[in-house]
């Protein structure tokens, strides 16, 4: 699979769980949140998720898409900038609207309007727009890393944990 295909695979995916989480689950229908809890969750949500998936968004597929458009268009850069600008981009950014809700609604079942509040403030400052800008890079890194490195680490651990049940007797399972 190219990294373009999975790229637009793994939005795809995180979209559809997203959108599937519409209904809140069952531990937060105790009591509706307050508008104010709502409000900061979604300006929570539009801080935090709506940028990182517009970015996915664009990087999987309105970038080959604009630089085909550009390829097949000599001269016209510049008109194909301002469709995008004019028309695809808000366009995505109505689609995203019941994504962003969702987010929203899951944030506002989870926490406090003062927990909300102190992220909302957090995200305002410098030092969260760093946050926002490099964690999700750097977060993937660190999964890529980790994912090579788990093989060697966790198969001593396995094998002692095995050796463990089959000290107290255990029927392991077949593999």
């Given at each position: 699979m190219g990294?373009?295909?999975?790229?637009?695979v793994g939005v795809a995916g995180a979209l559809a769980g997203l959108v599937i989480t519409v209904a809140p689950p069952a531990w937060s229908q105790a009591a509706p949140p307050s508008p104010r809890v709502q409000e900061l969750a979604r300006d929570l949500a539009y801080t935090?998720?709506?940028?990182?998936?517009?970015?996915?968004v664009l990087e999987a597929t309105v970038q080959p898409l604009t630089f085909n458009l550009k390829?097949?268009?000599?001269?016209?850069?510049?008109?194909?900038?301002?469709?995008?600008e004019k028309?695809?981009?808000?366009?995505?950014?109505?689609?995203?609207q019941p994504v962003l809700d969702s987010v929203a609604r899951n944030?506002?079942?989870?926490?406090?309007?003062?927990?909300?509040?102190?992220?909302?403030?957090?995200?305002?400052t410098p030092v969260g727009q760093k946050a926002l800008n490099e964690l999700p890079?750097?977060?993937?890194?660190?999964?890529?890393?980790?994912?090579g490195a788990m093989p060697?680490?966790?198969?001593?651990?396995?094998?002692?944990?095995?050796?463990?049940?089959?000290?107290q007797g255990l029927k392991l399972p077949s593999q």
């Open positions: 990294l373009r295909k999975g790229l637009g935090t998720a709506a940028d990182s998936l517009m970015r996915q390829a097949a268009n000599p001269g016209r850069e510049a008109d194909i900038d301002s469709l995008f028309t695809l981009l808000p366009a995505f950014r109505t689609a995203m944030y506002a079942a989870r926490f406090t309007e003062a927990e909300l509040k102190a992220m909302v403030d957090f995200y305002a890079s750097l977060i993937r890194r660190t999964m890529v890393q980790a994912q060697q680490l966790l198969t001593p651990v396995m094998r002692e944990f095995t050796a463990a049940c089959q000290r």
